[in-house]
């Protein structure tokens, strides 16, 4: 195990190196000059000159990629052009914010798509499976974005049950464990949660059909074991496989939910993303989109590592 682990850090030190030179470059491309959001339209040339020399960005782009990694390898991540903090100062609070509502998402897309994708693979063909595929299908191929509107039309303006802004009483960005800051949690969780209950209930009802058609659950049959014993037989074989699918997905609420944070007016990484794109914040995109990546490359060594305690047959290759 220490080995494997060893490895498969040493794998992830090119794909950082490589996620942070696309980071940069692909803020770089983007149409617009980063120097609007700091000084006014009509100001002066020399003082744009000198602001723009102020930060950097009269520099070659290969020089300032240097001295951007450079930084980033220390622990900084730059300012914000638009409100002059770091952007670490930023961006922790939005981390932890779209941490906890994909948390929530992810948890709750897991269970209810392992729920429904095992009933569906243990009685394939029934009405039950076809329910639960339907379910799948229908939150696979729902927008997150219109989904989110529908619900907060439904749930906050026309039955008044729920709040549809922020994360507390009067659109707060701290979190605490309350009540009234849960309520704020609950449409954009439940929004988030759709998709990947889809997949999960889909991956699931795949690989628990395919197991109970191997012959080691006929060999189980055999021998007089009840299904309640044969289906705890089965979610062992299938869980690395859910588990990898659940890691994966994750990994993409945490980066994919601009939209929904958007919606509902979450404080979270997504919001702060939409927000420098539209102030061409360079600083503020690049070191989100870096982390948001280097979560996702941590967040797949992790599920690997799970995998590899739970499957013997992946230590053996």
């Known amino acids: 195990m220490f080995f494997y682990l060893i490895r498969r850090i040493l794998y992830a030190i090119p794909i950082a190196l490589a996620v942070g030179l696309f980071c940069f470059m692909l803020v770089q491309i983007a149409p617009g000059d980063p ?45 914000s052009l638009a409100t002059g903090r770091t952007v670490w100062s930023d961006l922790s609070g939005a981390i932890s914010n779209t941490l906890l509502l994909a948390s929530v998402a992810s948890i709750l897309g897991f269970v209810l798509g392992c729920v429904l994708g095992g009933l569906a693979g243990t009685f394939r ?35 008044n049950w729920l709040p549809a802004m922020g994360a507390g009483p009067g659109g707060s960005a701290d979190w605490v464990w309350n009540w009234e800051h849960m309520q704020h949690l609950v449409l954009p969780a439940v929004t988030l949660a759709v998709i990947p209950m889809g997949i999960v209930t889909r991956t699931v009802r795949g690989i628990i059909a395919e197991i109970m058609n191997q012959e080691f659950v006929t060999a189980l049959r055999g021998k007089g074991l009840t299904r309640a014993g044969i289906f705890i037989h089965v979610v062992k074989n299938a869980a690395p496989n859910a588990l ?74």
Do not use: C
Request: glycine residues 12%.
């Open 35 to 79: 120097i609007n959001a700091i000084v006014p339209a009509d100001a002066p040339g020399d003082v744009v000159e000198q602001v723009r020399r102020d930060y950097g960005l009269d520099k070659p782009l290969p020089v300032q990629f240097g001295i951007w990694l450079a930084k980033v390898v220390q622990g900084d991540l730059g300012r």
């Open 244 to 317: 990898a699918v659940i890691g994966l997905q994750l990994g993409y609420l945490m980066g994919g939910s601009i939209l929904v944070e958007t919606v509902f007016s979450w404080p979270g990484t997504g919001l702060l993303l939409n927000n420098a794109i539209f102030q061409r914040d360079l600083p503020v995109l690049q070191g989100t989109i870096l982390v948001l990546a280097m979560f996702f490359v941590g967040l797949n060594l992790l599920v690997d590592l799970v995998q590899t305690a739970l499957d013997p047959r992946i230590k053996r290759a």
């Open 125 to 159: 063909g029934s009405l039950i499976d076809r329910v639960a595929v339907g379910i799948a299908v229908a939150g696979v191929s729902v927008p997150h974005y219109w989904l989110g509107m529908v619900m907060v039309v439904l749930f906050s303006v026309q039955l």
